[in-house]
């Protein structure tokens, strides 16, 4: 592998070690110089324990500073970060750690890794020593992050330093960012959203954010600047934002993403706040593809022209993309594809030469800004008992834009009760939100000549019988 370049930790290493760098969830504020000595004593603890650049550890926890630590750790020694959704169970992370075999976890329920070893956090105060961070990583791999995947089998995205620098500093002339810039970090850091473009584009240029366990539509800090969210949360947040607009309009950078925004919603918040959300379009194969400006139009319903660096075409109605932040392979194959990359979102661009989505070409169903595979979670309830067949397709829903819904064909004799019973147990084993939110009972499934389930006919079928 290529070394990494030498820009994107030296620019880390080079802030002001007094500038104010995190406020953890705790309130406390962490300058650039206490990250880096955390990191140093991280990078030992992992040292200590085995780990060796370019091996793989796996964080399973919920946003805090124990998670920071072990990604400065990570990033001191050169190994690979595996991000796990703090959500999951232990089916749903069984494929994962199979095709990622991590050295160890970080995780507060160790009852779901088998046998890996696991611990809750870096012991930082009983490790002696420290590793520089003049010791850099050997590789230019930085994270493996898994999407659900439209197969039913979750793929592992390599990200490398490159793809991050590239597309960072993109965004950052882009949307006029600085180092005078605090984030509000609601983000879940086991995102490309939260990790990459919140908590590493924070540290990147030497601005600040506060880190918060999960979002709740509650007022901000007076020194918060920006807020990076998924269109839930703004929905979420309008009524706070008409009782209270003063507290949202001193802010200077409201971004959606991960989910597609309504333009209610967009205009709902500009009335209340005067600032019309800045939406953009990405993924964790490409980071981000298509942005509004900082300055210059946001038009809502639109997901702006293509990021500089980011060649984006359409062809045959399904949005493609090439350049530097584009990811190289899934994690199992390598590195075995180049070029134009199929997103699976259907797009079209406006008169202005600004992208808009307006459906997706892939079996996927967004929930909250979290993608959910409707094969992954058919394949969750297929042996319950008295189950003939079944289909899970999405719902309109107008807080999580999408809910998963499932439909049930029962067994010939098969009491329903018992059915829903065990469609309840098995869905205990599912993070919250790929658990269907309804589920239905019908005599037949629409199938085309094929035999295939028509997604799109079951929805519309669901619609319809409220
Ligand atoms: C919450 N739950 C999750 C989850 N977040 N399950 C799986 N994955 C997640 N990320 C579960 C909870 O454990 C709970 O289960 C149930 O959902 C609760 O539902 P809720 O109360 O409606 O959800 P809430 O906890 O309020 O969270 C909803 C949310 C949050 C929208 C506020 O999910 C969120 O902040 N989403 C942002 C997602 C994100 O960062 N996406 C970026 C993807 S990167 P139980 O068992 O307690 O009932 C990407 C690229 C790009 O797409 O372009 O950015
Ligand atoms: P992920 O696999 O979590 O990186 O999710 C990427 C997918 O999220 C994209 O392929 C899109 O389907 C969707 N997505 C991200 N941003 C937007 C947006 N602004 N509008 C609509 N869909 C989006």
């Not at 539509?217 to 934002?241: A, C, D, F, K």
């Not at 979670?377 to 079944?390: Q, Y």
């Not at 064909?409 to 098969?414: T, W």
């Amino acid at each position: 592998m290529s070394p990494p370049p030498p820009g994107f930790l030296a620019r880390f290493l080079g802030h002001d070690r007094s500038r104010r760098a995190l406020r953890d969830p705790e309130g406390v504020w962490l300058t650039y110089g206490d990250l880096r000595e955390r990191g140093e004593r991280a990078a030992a603890w992992l040292s200590a324990e085995g780990v060796r650049p370019g091996h793989v550890v796996a964080i399973h926890l919920e946003n805090s500073l124990a998670l920071v630590d072990v990604h400065l750790g990570c990033l001191a020694l050169g190994a690979v970060r595996l991000p796990l959704n703090a959500h999951y169970r232990e089916a749903e992370l069984a494929p994962i750690l199979e095709d990622a075999a991590p050295q160890l976890v970080l995780t507060r329920s160790p009852e779901r890794f088998g046998a890996l070893r696991c611990f809750p956090a870096p012991v930082l105060d009983q490790t002696a020593g420290t590793v520089g961070l003049s010791v850099w990583p050997q590789h230019e791999l930085t994270a493996l992050l898994f999407t659900s995947g439209t197969t039913g089998r979750p793929k592992g995205v390599p990200q490398t330093f490159s793809m991050w620098e590239s597309n960072l500093d993109a965004l950052s002339s882009l949307w006029g960012l600085s180092d005078d810039d605090c984030l509000w970090l609601a983000l879940p850091l086991f995102h490309t959203h939260g990790l990459v473009l919140g908590l590493h584009g924070t540290l990147l240029r030497g601005a600040c954010a506060v880190l918060m366990p999960r979002f709740d539509p509650v007022e901000l800090p007076v020194e918060v600047t920006h807020v990076y969210g998924v269109p839930t949360w703004y929905r979420r947040w309008l009524p706070l934002m008409r009782e209270k607009p003063e507290g949202f309009r001193r802010l200077t950078l409201l971004v959606s993403g991960s989910d597609g925004l309504d333009a209610a919603t967009s205009d709902a918040v500009f009335e209340a706040t005067g600032h019309r959300i800045l939406e953009r379009y990405g993924m964790t194969e490409t980071l981000m593809i298509c942005s509004n400006p900082g300055a210059g139009e946001r038009r809502a319903g639109t997901v702006g022209p293509p990021v500089p660096g980011v060649d984006v075409r359409i062809v045959d109605g399904e949005v493609q993309v090439r350049g530097p932040s584009v990811f190289t392979g899934y994690w199992s194959l390598g590195p075995e594809r180049s070029g134009w990359f199929p997103t699976g979102d259907a797009g079209e661009w406006d008169a202005a030469g600004y992208l808009r989505i307006v459906g997706r070409k892939k079996e996927l169903i967004i929930v909250g800004g979290v993608n959910v595979s409707p094969l992954e979670v058919e394949a969750a309830f297929a042996d319950v008992e008295g189950v003939h067949e079944l289909g899970v397709c999405g719902l309109p829903d107008p807080d999580l834009t999408e809910v998963v819904a499932l439909a049930i064909v029962p067994a010939s004799g098969a009491v329903e009760v018992e059915i829903l019973a065990g469609i309840a147990a098995r869905s205990t084993l599912l993070s919250g939100l790929k658990r269907p939110r309804r589920v239905v009972i019908l005599t037949s499934l629409p199938r085309n000549a094929l035999g295939k389930l028509q997604r799109s006919a079951l929805r519309k079928q669901l619609e319809e019988s409220p």
